[in-house]
């Protein structure tokens, strides 16, 4: 008799353990998601910022305040993510893949920050070669916004919605491949080889948009 009820204490305990710490994963794995999802909004803020100064829509002095603010609260919205990394007790994916994946998007609004810079420094006033990659980039950060809300929402559907985030991040690649092929075909100039710099930022942000979406895929694969 002594041993059934000491056993059957033991299962209520290990019941009431995985019925608290399933409560508790689920609340710590929205957290985490919110937190990327954050991350992802002020870098979509930022690649509209960039499109529409470029179309004449906002100035360029005031769209490079807005980048430098964004800069810094995609920065402070990763240290949350970090501290909050260092103290949780579960986690929707891997450690590790949530570092990296927080470390892409970040990658990605610093080369957005960069490209305006240079867009500043170089001088530009228009560019003929630039709009249609720039809108590419704005599709391809809200197709990792939607991946990134999967991770909780619908885990058995991130390895797909991870796919449209990369399809749309190589064609980003494909526009660089065919502006740089029409630039080329002209005339060297300032001009030119200040476009080919840019196009090559914007050919950085498709490499890291491409990360962040792989980091998904295999993290959402090692969870089974």
Request: charged share 30%; proline share 1%.
């Amino acid at each position: 008799m002594r041993r059934r009820l000491v056993k059957s204490g033991a299962n209520l305990t290990r019941q009431f353990l995985a019925s608290h710490m399933h409560g508790l994963g689920w609340g710590t794995h929205q957290a985490f998601v919110n937190l990327l999802g954050k991350q992802v909004d002020v870098t979509t803020s930022a690649a509209i910022v960039v499109s529409d100064a470029l179309a004449g829509r906002i100035g360029q002095k005031r769209a490079y305040e807005r980048m430098k603010e964004m800069e810094h609260e995609g920065d402070a919205i990763r240290a949350q993510l970090v501290r909050k990394l260092s103290t949780a007790l579960v986690t929707p994916i891997d450690r590790e893949d949530l570092f990296r994946l927080s470390r892409s998007i970040d990658d990605v609004l610093d080369d957005l920050r960069d490209f305006m810079r240079e867009w500043n420094l170089y001088g530009m006033k228009d560019s003929n070669v630039l709009s249609l990659p720039l809108d590419a980039v704005i599709r391809a950060v809200r197709e990792l916004r939607r991946a990134v809300d999967a991770i909780v929402r619908e885990p058995d559907g991130v390895v797909e919605a991870a796919l449209m985030a990369k399809k749309a991040a190589t064609r980003i690649h494909r526009l660089y491949q065919a502006d740089m092929a029409t630039l080329l075909r002209q005339q060297v100039s300032t001009d030119l080889l200040k476009q080919r710099e840019l196009l090559r930022r914007l050919e950085s942000v498709s490499m890291h948009l491409n990360e962040a979406a792989d980091v998904l895929s295999d993290a959402s694969i090692k969870r089974g």
